[in-house]
C-alpha cells in the first residue's frame, strides 16, 4: 500500500518562512503529479501547488511569489517552500500524489501563522 506522509508544518510569523516536505513510500517517480493542497476551518480544501513528472509547476495565485514546489529526488521528497507567510495561510496542508487513476492523501501537517 503507497502512503503519502507529510512533515514540516508548524508555527511561523507573518513574513516568515516555513517548509513542508512530503514523503511518498515508493520513488515519487511513479506518479505522474504531487500536489500541495490547504483547507482552513470553514473552507474548502484548496490547490496550492502541483509539480509533474516533467517538473512543471502551478499554483494558486494567492501564493504566486511566495511558495515554490519542488522535486528533491536524492530524498524522494517534494518539497514545499513557503515565503513571506500571511496570516490566510493558516491551514492544514496536505499532500496528494497521482498514479494514473489513483490518488494517494496525507493526513496533513498544521501551518499556522501569528505573532
Known amino acids: 500500500q503507497i502512503r503519502v506522509v507529510e512533515s514540516g508544518g508548524g508555527l511561523a510569523q507573518p513574513g516568515g518562512s516555513l517548509r513542508l516536505s512530503c514523503e511518498p513510500s515508493?520513488?515519487?517517480?511513479?506518479?505522474?503529479?504531487i500536489n500541495w493542497h490547504r483547507q482552513s476551518p470553514g473552507k474548502q480544501r484548496e490547490l496550492v501547488a502541483t509539480?509533474?513528472?516533467?517538473?512543471?509547476?502551478d499554483y494558486a495565485d494567492s501564493v504566486k511569489g511566495r511558495f515554490t514546489i519542488s522535486r528533491d529526488t536524492r530524498n524522494n521528497a517534494v518539497i514545499l517552500q513557503m515565503n513571506s507567510l500571511k496570516p490566510e495561510d493558516t491551514a492544514v496542508y496536505y499532500c496528494?500524489?497521482?498514479?494514473?487513476?489513483?490518488?494517494?492523501w496525507g493526513k496533513g501537517t498544521q501551518v499556522t501563522v501569528s505573532s
Open positions: 496528494h500524489a497521482r498514479r494514473d487513476v489513483e490518488d494517494y
Open positions: 515508493r520513488s515519487m517517480l511513479i506518479f505522474s503529479q
Open positions: 509539480i509533474n513528472n516533467n517538473d512543471i509547476t
